[in-house]
C-alpha cells in the first residue's frame, strides 16, 4: 500500500512543510508578488489576508472594499482589497490571487502574548481551494494541486 506522501506526489499534489506552533497554529512561508512572509494557515478564514501595515512590503495595489472582516476577537473591521497578485507557496503557484487587507494588529498581539512570533498574514480557503488542498496533521504537511 502507497504511503500518503507517495500516493499524492503520484496525483501531481506538491508537499510544503508546516511549522506547528506554540499557539497550536500551523505556520507556512508563501512568497506574495516575488517577496517572502509568515502565515497563519487558517482553514477558517475565507479570504487570504495581509495586514495594512505589510501593503508596500509585498507591493499589494489597494482599493476600497465593501468587505468587513472579523475574526480572533474583532468585527466589522474596514478593509481593502488587493487584486492580480502572485502567490507561491513552496513550489505551487498562482497568478490573480485576491488578497484582503485589514489590521492585523490584534491577530499579532495575540500571538505575541502567547510568546511566538508576529505573522504577515493569514492564507485564508481561497487558496487552499484553489489548490485543491489536503492538510496531513500528522506528518505537519500541507498538500497542494
Not at 57 to 85: D, H, P, R, W
Amino acid at each position: 500500500m502507497l504511503s500518503l506522501k507517495k500516493l499524492l506526489r503520484k496525483k501531481n499534489y506538491i508537499r510544503i512543510p508546516l511549522d506547528y506552533t506554540a499557539t497550536n497554529h500551523f505556520e507556512v512561508v508563501a512568497k506574495i508578488n516575488g517577496i517572502s512572509g509568515r502565515f497563519i494557515l487558517d482553514t477558517g478564514a475565507s479570504n487570504t489576508c495581509i495586514g495594512f501595515d505589510k501593503i508596500e512590503f509585498f507591493n499589494l495595489v489597494s482599493k476600497e472594499s465593501e468587505i468587513k472582516a472579523a475574526g480572533a476577537g474583532a468585527t466589522n473591521m474596514k478593509t481593502l482589497l488587493s487584486t492580480k497578485n502572485t502567490i507561491k507557496i513552496g513550489k505551487w503557484n498562482k497568478r490573480k490571487q485576491k488578497i484582503v487587507l485589514f489590521d492585523l494588529t490584534h491577530v499579532n498581539e495575540a500571538l505575541t502574548t502567547h510568546k511566538a512570533l508576529p505573522v504577515d498574514g493569514i492564507i485564508g480557503a481561497d487558496v487552499l481551494k484553489r489548490g485543491k488542498a489536503l492538510i496531513d496533521y500528522k506528518g505537519n504537511s500541507l498538500y497542494l494541486k
